[in-house]
């Protein structure tokens, strides 16, 4: 079973968003899944991914025909392999080998191998032991953050991720919250990490919560 989250734009799944808290959707969705295993129909969950909704521009000079009729074919062609699913897989080989489809037809996920039949660095595809982790830092995350709103605490501490991109950037209530940099309001800036170490990161975070 496949979870598919339907996005207005491109999204992958991010390891230091998720590090971070921003990333929640894709591994509740399968936590959920997992929770109503009972009621549900009897199958193991293999994966939860993004799929754009946006349809792809194609360009002319990337497709070729002698007549409307032709190109019309080819950039049906084109734009049904342009879209990808993104997001985690779980490293079952029975479970990718449906994904992979048949010889000849391009599959719409990343699980691209290399030459000695391991999944690529940017295949999406993750291990048991990275997946429970995942998943039990995604349940803490969603603990930690529900325990600080019962709590009452709301600090104004929006995220900023690089130099450009902040958590104020489309939120219509700046007038109400009166954040301002220049005037002492601090960001909570994010660390970028690869996927080893954002890993290496929520798995820190879980074992501190077991020892509390």
Known sequence: MTIVDYKSGKRTFDYTQAFAGLELQLMTYWTAMLANATVLPPSEMGGAVFWSLQNPWIKVKDIAGDTLADLQTQADVAAANQGTYRGVLRNDEAYIERLEGVDGVKAPFAIKRNKNGSFAKAADVVDEADLDILLAFNEAKIRQIASQI???????????????????MYTPFKPVMMFDAMMGNQYRNIKKLDAKDALAAMQSVITNEEDD
């Open 150 to 168: 019962l709590a009452g605490q709301f600090p104004l501490l929006p995220f900023r991720d690089g130099p450009n991109k902040t958590g104020m």
